[in-house]
């Protein structure tokens, strides 16, 4: 018995974590995407054999309709200008304020059974972007569909760090469609950290170092190039990776790990038989960065500078969340 193959299109599509998702739910062909950065177009066409390099905001009503039929349109479109760790100018942003416009008008044109979107939390609950967001869902309505939304957390889905992220599902009839609630007992950061001999002297930073950056928060560590910055200071980080339970003494030079239950041989022995108890702070490496997003280890990330990289992964949905709510979705196709 064949599975049934659903057309998907990929739309702002980064290094595809929408596409890996939907690899992982089965019987969906990813058969167009969309990337407007040619750097990343190219990362993604070396991992999935597309040619996603395209000016979306240039698309003709007649180029789209040259694409095909589509039964699910994903996009991540651009979150910073909603995010917190932007300049938060919304729709007046100049370089990506008008990419729901032209989202929009993909969807108008395509008319696919359904549509998953993904953004930061912060569009439902800023309060500068209330109507924003509610203009967002009247126009999805206006083209015919039921829209819910849930702000959904990547540690209900097995994952190591909350990231807050709104997820958007249209459907020409949504009145029984539930998201996912997620059962997978959350991970802890000793869950990806790579081996000690591994480690570069670059996976390190100075006190002086950490000092300057000290304010910026986990959330901006995960959401760009500086991805591959530390993560470790006091308890408490509220954001993407509060399931670390550890802490750096203010006192001690060098990594103090207070919680090896949860960092296991992690300790200070192995940082002295490396030469790196120094003064200086571990910093969370871009391959455990792309682990805790779930992106494969095959992944290939050869045409990517570091930065590029940084950037890809920062800016990815988290696979394991996108997977579940597209397992719902695919019920109502």
């Given at each position: 018995?064949?599975?049934?193959k659903y057309?998907?299109?990929?739309?702002?599509?980064?290094g595809?974590?929408f596409?890996?998702?939907?690899n992982?739910?089965?019987g969906?062909?990813?058969?167009?995407?969309?990337?407007y950065k040619?750097?990343?177009?190219?990362?993604?066409?070396?991992?999935?054999?597309?040619?996603?390099?395209?000016d979306?905001?240039?698309?003709?009503?007649?180029?789209?309709k040259?694409?095909?039929?589509?039964?699910?349109?994903?996009?991540?479109?651009p979150?910073q200008?909603?995010?917190s760790?932007?300049?938060q100018?919304g729709?007046?942003?100049?370089?990506?304020?008008?990419?729901?416009?032209a989202?929009l008008?993909?969807i108008?044109?395509?008319?696919?059974?359904a549509?998953?979107?993904?953004n930061v939390?912060g569009?439902?609950?800023l309060?500068k972007?209330?109507?924003?967001?509610?203009?967002i869902?009247?126009?999805?309505?206006?083209?015919g569909?039921?829209v819910?939304?849930k702000?959904?957390?990547s540690?209900?889905?097995?994952?190591?760090?909350?990231?807050?992220r709104?997820?958007?599902?249209c459907?020409?009839?949504?009145?029984?469609?539930?998201?996912?609630?997620?059962?997978?007992?959350?991970?802890?950061?000793?869950?990806?950290?790579?081996?000690?001999a591994?480690?570069?002297?670059?996976?390190?930073c100075?006190?002086?170092?950490?000092?300057?950056r000290?304010?910026?928060?986990?959330?901006?560590?995960?959401?760009?190039?500086r991805?591959g910055?530390?993560i470790?200071?006091?308890?408490g980080?509220?954001?993407s990776l509060p399931?670390?339970?550890?802490?750096?003494?203010?006192t001690?030079k060098?990594?103090v790990?207070?919680?090896?239950?949860?960092?296991?041989?992690?300790?200070?022995?192995?940082?002295?038989d490396r030469?790196?108890?120094?003064?200086?702070y571990?910093?969370?490496?871009?391959?455990?960065?792309?682990?805790?997003?779930g992106?494969?280890?095959?992944?290939?990330?050869?045409?990517?500078?570091?930065?590029l990289?940084?950037?890809?992964?920062?800016?990815?949905?988290t696979?394991?969340?996108?997977?579940?709510?597209?397992?719902?979705?695919?019920?109502?196709l």
């Amino acid at each position: 018995m064949s599975i049934m193959k659903y057309a998907m299109a990929d739309l702002f599509a980064g290094g595809g974590g929408f596409h890996l998702a939907a690899n992982k739910v089965g019987g969906i062909e990813v058969t167009y995407a969309c990337e407007y950065k040619k750097n990343i177009a190219k990362v993604y066409e070396d991992n999935f054999g597309i040619d996603s390099f395209c000016d979306m905001y240039t698309l003709k009503d007649e180029d789209i309709k040259g694409l095909g039929i589509f039964d699910i349109v994903t996009a991540g479109f651009p979150c910073q200008p909603f995010s917190s760790t932007g300049a938060q100018r919304g729709f007046d942003d100049a370089t990506s304020g008008g990419a729901f416009k032209a989202l929009l008008n993909f969807i108008r044109v395509s008319s696919p059974k359904a549509v998953i979107l993904e953004n930061v939390a912060g569009l439902t609950s800023l309060k500068k972007f209330k109507e924003t967001f509610a203009f967002i869902i009247e126009s999805l309505e206006g083209l015919g569909y039921s829209v819910k939304w849930k702000v959904l957390r990547s540690c209900d889905f097995g994952n190591v760090q909350i990231r807050k992220r709104v997820y958007i599902v249209c459907l020409r009839d949504a009145d029984n469609f539930v998201f996912p609630v997620g059962n997978s007992k959350a991970k802890t950061v000793g869950d990806v950290l790579c081996p000690v001999a591994d480690l570069v002297m670059d996976d390190f930073c100075t006190q002086a170092y950490f000092d300057v950056r000290s304010r910026i928060t986990v959330e901006k560590i995960l959401c760009g190039e500086r991805v591959g910055d530390f993560i470790w200071k006091f308890r408490g980080l509220s954001d993407s990776l509060p399931i670390l339970d550890t802490k750096i003494s203010d006192t001690t030079k060098g990594i103090v790990f207070r919680d090896t239950r949860i960092l296991d041989s992690w300790d200070m022995g192995e940082y002295k038989d490396r030469g790196y108890n120094k003064g200086l702070y571990r910093r969370l490496t871009l391959q455990e960065c792309s682990k805790i997003q779930g992106y494969p280890y095959a992944y290939n990330w050869s045409s990517a500078s570091k930065t590029l990289k940084g950037y890809i992964i920062g800016n990815s949905i988290t696979v394991s969340v996108g997977e579940a709510v597209i397992r719902e979705v695919v019920k109502f196709l």
